[in-house]
């Protein structure tokens, strides 16, 4: 499918809503100069287009497969792979002293971004390993690190992560995999996985597993898990992959969308690991991986949605039905709203994604507790509302085609039922807004405050040059503060649990209004300051009745019985 690459987007956000300056200015990051981002970001579109691009329906077509116990990738995915290693795309973010470009976190979201909306069920595989990169670089032995991380950096070798089994998905606690200790510093672990995105694949040298097992001295629940790295073949004496290990792809999962990523059940029989991390500690190891994967799948929504509104626009340029101005449907006002709604929510998403990003880096950068928790606070937010924009915006392009929408022909249909699962992964969108309105809010909520404080100083300085802008934001932005006192307020946690998923977008709903916001700013006679207007004039209000939703506690939904509610 056409795609084009949104570089000046990207370059629009990062010099003026996102502040990637502050980013350029640290020691970390001093390298990540004007010129320089803009010529990765324009050499990284340019692969997306012309290589990813034109494998996003063929992927769906001639989806992964399994013969023989032989892993069969979709046609042209191994060279999709070897375009993205030989770029540097997969260690953008990663640790020089392996290989790795050392770059911004920011630049790494919007470069996976663009390979998403280009390819999303090939993107998922340097996701899978610039994870597992982020989770070796923190908890691996050195021994580990020099062995691994330089075959990753380049593609060479693959990564995946094995949290989930039939009995224990969000519960991970409830697995039953275990590891014994060989006693030569090897494990051997045995148990079986599901849901495995790229479990295997006939690109990469060898794959790379992270695996959770428990110890036999391990106790019940997440207190007694421990993460080890489980290759596909054991590393020879020499580095190189040697013999294969007890491991293997039982099947393959048959998904609604993503045809093109073997989504593996995984078995391991004895299979010899290396443990990451410390014995009993594998969550904290494997959460460096997951907040990593969270931030990662915003993206994937975001850049599914900006897929999808692409070829939505595409077609309502040539789409000719009824009588307008242009004999084309881009002039019908309904065709028009919704084009325009999924332009505004994909700008307030990636806005989001790369505030939480810069957030990121800013910590890494300055050891900063603040920027670490405003990281913190961002990334279900990011992950939440990225991922529902993917489907919102990819549903709407559906509407936008029509009857043609619901034939599989035109491609319009495979970006929604690609994106469905990104919702449901690395945490449902359910559990990130009870994380946000949980953990995130131990502080007492001061984190949100002090994003709050910054919103409506904006505003307020606003106020002079765009007041019919400005005053719908900071009164949004009160009203959001008002809510988070009250939820910091309940003991009763289901009081903040039955109201999280609209607190949560109703958060995502403001931080929309103050990008946009920032936009018009620096836009004020160009189109983004008529997207903003649109945004702030239509969606944000929504924020209001979500707010509601957010407050009024548990009482109604447990008011039915199971029984009732079986009638």
């Known amino acids: 499918m056409p795609y084009r690459a949104p570089i000046s987007d990207y370059e629009f956000l990062f010099r003026n809503v996102i502040g990637f300056d502050q980013i350029a200015a640290t020691e970390t990051f001093s390298e990540a100069s004007e010129d320089v981002v803009s010529a990765i970001l324009t050499e990284a579109g340019k692969m997306c287009e012309e290589v990813m691009a034109p494998l996003q329906r063929p992927g769906d077509l001639e989806p992964a497969r399994l013969e023989n116990g032989v892993l069969r990738t979709s046609p042209g995915y191994a060279e999709g792979w070897k375009a993205i290693a030989e770029g540097g795309w997969i260690g953008m973010s990663g640790d020089p002293e392996f290989g790795g470009m050392g770059l911004p976190m920011t630049m790494t979201t919007a470069v996976n971004e663009m390979m998403s909306a280009a390819c999303l069920s090939l993107q998922l595989a340097p996701l899978m390993t610039q994870g597992q990169i982020e989770a070796l670089e923190h908890h691996a032995s050195d021994e580990l690190k020099a062995l691994y991380l330089p075959k990753m950096m380049t593609g060479e070798w693959s990564g995946t992560m094995n949290l989930t089994e039939p009995q224990a998905g969000s519960d991970v606690g409830a697995l039953t995999s275990k590891a014994e200790d060989n006693g030569d510093g090897t494990y051997s672990v045995t148990g079986q996985k599901i849901y495995i995105s790229w479990g295997d694949n006939d690109?990469?040298?060898?794959?790379?597993?992270?695996?959770?097992?428990?110890?036999?001295?391990?106790?019940?629940?997440?207190?007694?898990?421990?993460?080890?790295?489980?290759?596909?073949?054991?590393?020879?004496?020499n580095g190189n992959p040697g013999v294969a290990n007890d491991l293997k792809v039982v099947s393959l999962e048959?998904?609604?969308?993503?045809?093109?990523?073997?989504?593996?059940?995984?078995?391991?029989?004895?299979?010899?690991?290396?443990?990451?991390?410390?014995?009993?500690?594998?969550?904290?190891?494997?959460?460096?991986?997951?907040?990593?994967?969270?931030?990662?799948?915003?993206?994937?929504?975001?850049?599914?949605?900006?897929?999808?509104?692409?070829?939505?626009?595409?077609?309502?340029?040539?789409?000719?039905?009824?009588?307008?101005?242009?004999?084309?449907?881009?002039?019908?006002?309904?065709?028009?709203?919704?084009?325009?709604?999924?332009?505004?929510?994909?700008?307030?998403?990636?806005?989001?994604?790369?505030?939480?990003?810069?957030?990121?880096?800013?910590?890494?950068?300055?050891?900063?507790?603040?920027?670490?928790?405003r990281a913190a606070l961002l990334t279900p937010i990011c992950k939440a509302f990225g991922t529902e924009t993917g489907m919102r915006v990819s549903e709407t392009g559906v509407q936008v085609h029509g009857g043609m929408g619901f034939i599989e022909e035109t491609g319009a249909a495979q970006y929604y039922r690609d994106v469905r699962v990104t919702a449901i992964y690395e945490g449902t969108n359910g559990i990130q807004a009870m994380d946000l309105v949980a953990r995130k809010m131990m502080d007492g909520g001061e984190a949100a405050s002090n994003l709050l404080d910054e919103i409506e100083d904006q505003a307020e300085k606003a106020r002079a040059k765009m007041p019919e802008l400005a005053g719908p934001?900071?009164?949004?932005?009160?009203?959001?503060?008002?809510?988070?006192?009250?939820?910091?307020?309940?003991?009763?946690?289901?009081?903040?649990?039955?109201?999280?998923?609209?607190?949560?977008?109703?958060?995502?709903?403001?931080?929309?209004?103050?990008?946009?916001?920032?936009?018009?700013l620096a836009d004020p006679d160009g189109p983004r300051a008529k997207l903003a207007r649109y945004y702030i004039n239509a969606l944000l209000p929504e924020h209001s009745g979500l707010l509601v939703h957010a407050q009024n506690g548990a009482d109604d939904i447990y008011a039915l019985s199971v029984e009732e509610l079986a009638v």
């Open 473 to 520: 934001v900071w009164e949004a932005s009160e009203s959001l503060r008002e809510a988070t006192e009250w939820l910091v307020a309940q003991s009763d946690m289901n009081n903040r649990f039955a109201g999280a998923s609209a607190y949560l977008k109703a958060f995502a709903r403001v931080l929309g209004g103050h990008y946009h916001l920032s936009s018009a």
């Open 203 to 237: 690109f990469a040298e060898n794959i790379c597993h992270l695996v959770l097992a428990r110890l036999p001295d391990g106790v019940p629940g997440t207190k007694g898990i421990s993460l080890f790295l489980v290759p596909k073949y054991i590393p020879d004496e």
């Open 254 to 373: 048959h998904k609604m969308g993503l045809h093109g990523s073997p989504t593996c059940v995984m078995q391991y029989d004895g299979a010899k690991g290396w443990l990451i991390g410390n014995e009993h500690g594998g969550m904290a190891a494997m959460f460096t991986m997951m907040n990593n994967a969270r931030l990662g799948v915003g993206g994937q929504g975001v850049g599914a949605a900006e897929g999808a509104y692409q070829h939505a626009l595409a077609y309502a340029l040539e789409r000719k039905q009824g009588k307008t101005p242009s004999g084309t449907i881009i002039d019908h006002a309904d065709v028009r709203r919704m084009l325009i709604s999924m332009r505004a929510d994909v700008f307030a998403a990636r806005a989001i994604m790369l505030a939480n990003a810069a957030a990121i880096d800013m910590a890494q950068a300055t050891g900063d507790a603040d920027w670490a928790a």
